[in-house]
């Protein structure tokens, strides 16, 4: 408007000559008085200030058209220039190196600005979706949990209790198939501890180092659901020093794991059956054996919050820690007893031939007198390092209770005792104690078997024993013998029991 008196002025005293000045671009100008400018049509606009930075006195420069081509260069001040609101053209003003370096801090704090608010824009709904995402699969997972808690304890446990109102899943943890699989080395071979009719075990090293034994049920195993479920919710609510400790399970894409702490002697039969082994065994270490394992049953049997018949106590399920304390283990076959429930009965007979009971072999019938008999089994195993399945072809007897039984009425018991036993006098009495309290725990006669706490007092005390009775299933079915008494027309035994043979013969 012809008004001089106020307007911009460039600042004094800065250099713009070579000390590494440049240009800012001033967007919406009315360009400065074109009359004094110098054009060069022939060139672009990278080319134009490239020009103007050449030559000191270049105080501006811009493009000749639109579309970027020509240039126009200003020299000395800048005269008529105003700023539009929404006309106008680019401007590039030269300045010193210190108000170039402002503008592109301006300019960098700006674009910031605009980076953070993008990433904002772009994270928080990211954020939000994986938010939503953990949220249901952490409801997923509750659900799982809660499914898995119903298929192994019942409706309750959705509550957080299983079969009774003690424990439940809470009371056990669940561990994740992939963390299993790396903890074992994928179920290598190498970390494999043993192989049974349910199924391989495997020796695992959590991340903390701590190892542990990962039993893993075969999918084609006799051992189903069933035996998995009692496993889980029996030892999860059983706490004993001569019990294995359970600390978790798997129950995960048709895998059924059980996670047990590890026992670095692995089982007892590979001591009293193998030859390299056996010699480790002196009849002290024997005897706190067979009183551990009697306390666990007994533990089993009274003790325990539930009273549990184990139904296939055997050496291979009686595992010995670092001090060969005795754990008893598998507790796939067991039972719960009410409180007042002395027998009961079932229609699907489980357990190893050789350490079951005649009334639970023939009958089905179980009780804890059941559990006695296998003690008694394992009793003598323990003191002869012989198996009860074992065939004496100098004797008439088909299983070790019938030949230690025929050896006691002869007064030669001691005979039974392992070789590798030196049987010191001081030891010989109680060693023909033991071998004693095994017969009278393999009595034919469920009722004449003492119970396990009966045992446990004869077993730590001096106390007079009573006779035994003879044992069960004792006699070879076919044993040729000259005594009458004995023997049948045909050469056969008679059964101990009573019982016939009938012969098939085909048409």
């Not at 930075?53 to 579309?67: G, H, P, V």
């Not at 009971?357 to 390092?385: C, N, R, T, W």
Request: glycine share 8%.
């Amino acid at each position: 408007m012809g008004n001089e008196s106020d307007g911009c002025i460039r600042k004094t005293g800065a250099s713009t000559c070579q000390s590494k000045e440049g240009f800012i671009r001033l967007t919406g100008v009315k360009l400065p008085d074109t009359s004094i400018a110098r054009a060069d049509m022939s060139i672009e606009l990278k080319a134009c200030e490239e020009e103007c930075l050449k030559n000191c006195s270049c105080t501006a420069y811009t493009s000749a058209d639109e579309r970027g081509m020509g240039c126009l260069n200003w020299f000395g001040d800048l005269i008529d220039t105003e700023k539009f609101s929404s006309e106008g053209q680019d401007l590039y003003v030269r300045v010193d190196a210190t108000e170039l370096g402002n503008t592109k801090s301006k300019g960098s704090l700006a674009n910031g600005r605009t980076k953070a608010i993008l990433i904002v824009s772009i994270v928080v709904p990211f954020l939000s979706i994986f938010g939503i995402y953990c949220f249901i699969r952490k409801r997923r997972k509750a659900r799982d949990r809660r499914q898995r808690s119903n298929y192994l304890f019942g409706e309750d446990s959705e509550n957080g209790k299983g079969n009774d109102e003690e424990g439940g899943i809470s009371d056990l943890p669940f561990f994740d198939l992939s963390f299993i699989a790396a903890a074992t080395n994928n179920f290598s071979d190498n970390n494999k501890l043993g192989k049974g009719g349910f199924g391989s075990v495997y020796k695992g090293v959590l991340p903390g180092g701590k190892e542990i034994a990962v039993k893993r049920l075969s999918k084609y195993s006799g051992q189903g659901d069933n035996e998995f479920k009692n496993e889980v919710a029996l030892i999860a609510k059983l706490q004993h020093r001569n019990l294995v400790k359970m600390l978790g399970y798997c129950l995960q894409d048709q895998e059924k794991m059980l996670i047990y702490e590890f026992l670095p002697n692995k089982s007892l039969d590979t001591f009293i059956f193998g030859r390299i082994k056996r010699p480790l065994l002196n009849w002290t270490m024997r005897h706190e054996i067979i009183c551990g394992i009697a306390r666990g049953i007994l533990y089993l049997h009274q003790d325990s919050r539930l009273r549990i018949i184990h139904r296939d106590l055997k050496a291979s399920n009686i595992l010995l820690d670092a001090s060969m304390k005795p754990k008893i283990s598998d507790f796939g076959m067991a039972r719960i007893f009410e409180a007042n429930q002395i027998e009961a009965e079932t229609h699907r007979v489980v357990g190893t031939y050789g350490y079951m009971a005649p009334e639970y072999a023939m009958q089905g019938h179980f009780s804890v007198k059941s559990d006695v008999y296998s003690f008694g089994i394992l009793l003598l195993e323990i003191i002869s390092g012989r198996k009860n399945s074992s065939f004496y072809n100098e004797t008439i007897f088909s299983n070790l209770a019938g030949h230690v039984w025929e050896l006691w009425k002869e007064g030669r018991a001691l005979e039974i005792v392992d070789e590798s036993v030196s049987a010191e006098s001081n030891q010989a009495e109680e060693i023909e104690r033991c071998i004693q309290i095994g017969l009278l725990c393999v009595q034919e006669s469920a009722i004449d078997r003492p119970t396990m706490s009966g045992v446990l007092l004869m077993l730590s005390n001096d106390t007079p024993l009573a006779s035994p009775k003879q044992p069960a299933f004792i006699l070879k079915t076919n044993y040729n013998t000259e005594d009458p008494s004995r023997s049948t027309t045909s050469g056969r035994t008679n059964s101990v029991n009573s019982m016939t043979e009938t012969e098939l013969q085909p048409r």
